[in-house]
């Protein structure tokens, strides 16, 4: 049972430089092919990425559930496994995904840790061990088998925020989910920059503003007006 792991990237020569290594060290044997999908960088992101043997590939349009859909159509693993650049798996990610797969999971996410000790930080990622769809997001990654994910025709390209909640909500009706106990770790680089409660703050407004019905074009305005980014 071999895993494809499929990483999104805009401008992420940074993190790539780091996680692509760490990757083919634990990964080694299960893990058959790294894609990354470039949405347009203009650094190093394609360069770093075949320089450090991964597969690149240029998506056809900007957006995390584009270049993700991308990335699967070329993948040929049983088991696809979307990845942020600024998140690390735990070291044996390869055997609890596939231990998780064989009990019959369709599909299933990780807990989550950030890498920094902010008491807020830390309570924000316990949320992460409830079983509950509304705090499933793109940073706890996800494991899906390649014919569900197939199945449910993969991510909404029309959501250009919240198109991790909105697949795992699809995906749970195919059958049963896992969260994995042992946590991915992410980066607090946005709460850094942004400070810890405005950011969750913000993050929390979209999430209800989603829910509410509220339009892709006003929440993309929100997120890129009042998130800094580096």
């Not at 999908?37 to 190093?44: A, E, F, H, L, T």
């Not at 270049?67 to 600024?86: P, V």
């Not at 989910?177 to 913000?202: C, D, H, M, W």
């Amino acid at each position: 049972m071999k895993i494809s792991i499929i990483i999104p990237a805009l401008n992420e020569e940074y993190n790539l430089s780091t996680l692509l290594p760490w990757l083919q060290k634990h990964g080694a044997g299960i893990v058959k092919e790294i894609i990354v999908v470039d949405g347009g960088s203009n650094d190093k992101t394609v360069k770093i990425a075949t320089d450090h043997g991964a597969v690149a590939l240029y998506s056809p349009k900007k957006g995390r559930a584009t270049q993700m859909n991308f990335g699967a159509k070329y993948a040929s693993s049983e088991i696809l496994y979307f990845l942020h650049a600024d998140t690390f798996p735990p070291e044996n990610f390869t055997d609890l995904i596939t231990a998780s797969i064989k009990k019959n999971s369709i599909a299933g996410s990780f807990r989550l840790d950030f890498d920094d000790d902010h008491p807020l930080l830390k309570l924000y990622a316990s949320f992460t061990s409830m079983r509950s769809i509304l705090v499933r997001f793109g940073d706890q990654s996800l494991f899906v088998r390649r014919n569900i994910f197939e199945q449910s025709a993969g991510f909404n390209e029309n959501l250009f925020v919240m198109e991790d909640q909105e697949i795992f909500r699809r995906l749970k009706k195919y059958g049963r989910l896992t969260i994995i106990k042992t946590p991915v770790v992410t980066s607090a680089q946005k709460y850094r920059e942004n400070g810890v409660i405005r950011l969750q703050f913000i993050f929390t407004v979209i999430f209800l503003l989603y829910y509410a019905g509220t339009s892709q074009k006003t929440l993309v305005h929100i997120y890129k007006n009042l998130i800094r980014t580096n």
